[in-house]
């Protein structure tokens, strides 16, 4: 294509619509038409990044190869493309003015006025083209967060209406509400998204195509009516129905043809029907599983199952290679206690204990990780819990009962897990964990080694404390082995224990690497080895 084309998608009425899912959905049609395309996220918060947010706010933190800490849309677009992100694919409100002020402070605006307009505005702007101009792109996907009407959305706004000119016909904006039913009327409302146009009109952008959410397909006279005061043409008022899993919503939005709409729109030729087949099949498995396995999830942010997103995704994934589904049993590690560990953990047939900070819900991670040691159940620890799987090794079987990690006790006699050289003179909050990809090298025959199949891999990370190598002898003396570790520091990413059915705690998240066409090996093995041991068990 000769220059890239940006797609704008704002929302209105209400937060939570589904922004997200729809321009991954949109990006994934046109990719199986064969374009390129990828998908970014303005976040209209200060926070420079969602790094320091806890869960509870925003959900999990999604970290990209590069190491940018993201907001969690972003696991949706790689789940959904197969594509990685990077820093480039997240702007915040505080990234934008932290740079336009660092800019100012060294001078570089020449005495002029720093204003929001046009400083603020043009940095918004250079972000969103910042991706076109590498020329890797044929589209560009900007979601904007947050809803139309907002305050902190003003400049976002105000950046699609400059862009609108300098683009011409190489952008649109679609726009998403909510048309709700109202019960007792028994009625589908438009008024609402009618607003919601309006509002965005009077910063001067007019929408070229409106997505509907509505709970009820949409009668026959409801999408000339706002075609009609929403100034759309009748194709582009698309409806997007409640869908049972997100990964419907590209086939919802094909038959809708919101891809057809858009290339028209932009004067592009449609040369015939997108190739979804492996999407289809993966929806096929998703939805008629041979049997379903129970997972124990346990954390401490469960109330907000958001915080962990990709890790649920990633049993999506996994359960749908192994024609299975994953019914994950949340549980609050803070409700975990030595007299009632049985009864919460049985009828499981695996274990996770999830990634997390801070001493809140420990002991329960802790005591999970017993449980699942001493009775065989297939386990998976993901950083934090990789840490409990090695203090609980510490002190349950080399007998340090007061072993811990220096996170939670710095007074602990036998620190198994310690903070890092390098992170022991860092004192700022944001952006400074161990973060992003890094390399790690495999123990050839080891359970690690059997599931990547080679030697070299690439994972994602994010966190400050480490194994403590001084005790990596008495480990694997007494069957705790180290089956993966970073080449150049010889940190432990990867321990196991060789006579369990499968035991593996891992530093980094796998689960941010897990997509619909590239499951995560080790969700796909561990959900593998769930099965296998419900059908010894049953
Ligand atoms: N709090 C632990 C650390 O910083 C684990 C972090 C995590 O689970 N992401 O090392």
Request: charged share 25%.
């Amino acid at each position: 294509m000769s220059s890239a084309k940006y797609i704008f998608v704002t929302g209105g009425v209400t937060s939570s619509l589904g922004k997200g899912i729809i321009s991954a959905s949109l990006a994934k049609l046109l990719q199986a038409r064969g374009y390129s395309v990828t998908i970014q996220k303005l976040d209209p918060y200060i926070n420079i990044d969602p790094g320091t947010l806890n869960p509870y706010e925003h959900g999990e933190c999604f970290v990209t190869d590069d190491g940018a800490e993201t907001d969690l849309d972003l696991g949706h677009y790689e789940r959904f493309l197969n594509v990685p992100t990077s820093q480039a694919n997240n702007v915040t409100t505080g990234r934008i003015y932290q740079y336009v002020i660092n800019k100012e402070r060294e001078g570089a605006y020449l005495g002029k006025t720093v204003q929001v307009i046009p400083h603020i505005t043009d940095e918004i702007k250079r972000r969103i083209k910042l991706l076109g101009n590498t020329g890797q792109f044929d589209f560009i996907i900007t979601e904007i967060g947050g809803t139309v009407g907002d305050i902190e959305s003003l400049p976002y706004i105000e950046a699609v209406r400059q862009l609108k000119w300098e683009l011409e016909k190489d952008c649109l904006v679609i726009h998403l509400t909510l048309v709700p039913f109202l019960a007792a009327s028994g009625e589908l409302k438009t008024k609402p998204t009618q607003h919601s146009v309006k509002l965005l009109l009077e910063s001067g952008v007019q929408p070229d195509i409106l997505v509907a959410r509505t709970e009820k397909s949409l009668s026959p006279d409801i999408k000339p009516k706002i075609a009609l005061f929403c100034n759309i043409s009748k194709d582009a008022v698309i409806q997007s129905l409640d869908a049972s899993s997100i990964y419907e919503v590209p086939l919802m939005m094909k038959k809708e043809e919101l891809d057809k709409v858009v290339l028209k729109k932009l004067n592009l030729p449609d040369h015939g029907e997108p190739d979804l087949t492996q999407w289809e099949n993966f929806l096929t498995r998703i939805k008629e599983p041979k049997k379903t396995i129970k997972i124990g999830l346990i954390g401490k942010y469960i109330e907000l199952k958001d915080s962990y997103k990709s890790i649920a995704e990633g049993f999506i994934h996994a359960g749908a290679e192994n024609e299975c589904r994953v019914d994950i049993k949340w549980i609050h590690s803070e409700s975990i206690e030595e007299a009632n560990v049985k009864t919460k953990l049985a009828e499981l047939s695996g274990i996770l204990v999830a990634p997390g900070f801070g001493e809140r819900g420990i002991e329960g991670k802790i005591l999970a990780v017993k449980f699942a040691r001493e009775n065989n159940i297939p386990f998976l620890g993901i950083c934090l819990g990789m840490q409990c799987a090695v203090i609980e090794f510490a002190r349950n079987v080399l007998g340090y009962t007061d072993a811990h990690s220096t996170e939670m006790s710095t007074q602990t006699s036998h620190p198994v897990i310690n903070i890092m050289e390098n992170q022991k003179t860092i004192t700022e909050k944001g952006g400074t964990m161990r973060l992003g990809a890094y390399p790690c090298i495999l123990t050839e025959n080891s359970l690690a080694y059997n599931i990547y199949k080679r030697t070299e891999i690439s994972e994602r990370h994010r966190h400050r404390y480490e194994f403590n190598n001084q005790y990596l002898p008495e480990f694997e003396q007494a069957g705790m082995i180290a089956s993966g570790l970073n080449p150049k520091l010889s940190l432990v990413e990867i321990i196991e224990i060789p006579s369990h059915p499968f035991f593996i705690g891992v530093q980094f998240h796998p689960e941010y690497k897990s997509t619909v066409l590239s499951p995560h090996p080790i969700f796909v093995n561990f959900v593998n080895a769930a099965i296998r041991v419900k059908d010894l068990v049953s």
